[in-house]
């Protein structure tokens, strides 16, 4: 029931590179920046993409984001198994005047 | 260093009410916009509001409007989260977290959270 959908699951193998996509709608990932919290279970959500592409200070560049139209997508390269969290993505939807977040991606590293 | 302290959750009653707050320290907070989200047990993010740094505005996740009320205290760094008539779909863990010049879910510093409980 997001307004954002997300995948719920996806996996890879260490060094591989894993996408995990975010579909919305011109109401909000249409017209408004997308951004990407990964959330380690038990722990508070951290950012890690924000405006679409960039990256905070700290966060390794394996991590990158980017949008086209309606969709945003998150790519983790030269997996590690530290990468193994919830991945949501986020944004500010102008018809609902709310932020909505997807339903997160669970990453297995297999 | 940012620092975001929630505190208030607990059981309640479904029905009453319960007043969260989120002390800030580390950072400007009256240039920040505050934003509450939640996380039932097991469940995904889920955004509840956002308050202006000035306290002016507010923005509600239609699950909660009408229901709970964000307010901030700037002399104090601190912003609140009222939530009345609690249902147990509420049940969940509150984070209040920071955004820096807009609305936006752009949330850089989060709290560690606090669990409500809504049961009877």
């Known amino acids: 029931q997001s307004v954002l959908t997300q995948s719920p699951s996806a996996s890879g193998t260490p060094g591989q590179r894993v996408t995990i996509s975010c579909s919305g709608s011109?109401?909000?990932?249409?017209?408004?920046?997308v951004h990407w919290y990964q959330q380690v279970p038990g722990t508070a959500p951290k950012l890690l993409i924000y405006?679409?592409?960039q990256r905070p200070p700290g966060v390794p560049d394996r991590f990158s984001g980017s949008k086209s139209g309606t969709s945003a997508s998150l790519a983790i390269s030269g997996l590690r198994s530290e990468d193994e969290a919830d991945y949501y993505c986020?944004?500010?939807?102008?018809?609902?005047?709310?932020?909505?977040f997807g339903g997160g991606t669970q990453l297995t590293v297999l | 260093q940012a620092q975001l302290v929630e505190s208030g959750g607990g059981v309640v009653q479904p029905g009453r009410s319960l007043r969260l707050s989120c002390a800030a320290s580390?950072?400007?907070?009256?240039?920040?916009?505050m934003h509450w989200v939640r996380q039932a047990p097991g469940k995904g993010l889920d955004w509840v509001a956002v308050?202006?740094?000035?306290?002016?505005?507010?923005y509600y996740a239609d699950s909660v409007k009408g229901r709970f009320a964000i307010s901030r205290d700037n002399s104090k760094n601190t912003v609140y989260l009222q939530m009345n008539s609690l249902e147990a779909e509420d049940t969940a863990v509150y984070y209040c977290?920071?955004?820096?010049?807009?609305?936006?879910?752009?949330?850089?510093?989060w709290g560690q959270g606090t669990l409500v409980t809504v049961s009877s």
């Open positions: 977290a920071t955004t820096y010049g807009s609305y936006a879910p752009q949330c850089d510093y």
């Open positions: 580390g950072f400007m907070f009256r240039v920040y916009a």
């Open positions: 308050i202006s740094p000035d306290g002016d505005n507010e």
């Open positions: 011109s109401s909000n990932i249409g017209s408004n920046y």
């Open positions: 405006r679409n592409d």
């Open positions: 986020a944004a500010w939807d102008d018809s609902l005047s709310e932020s909505v």
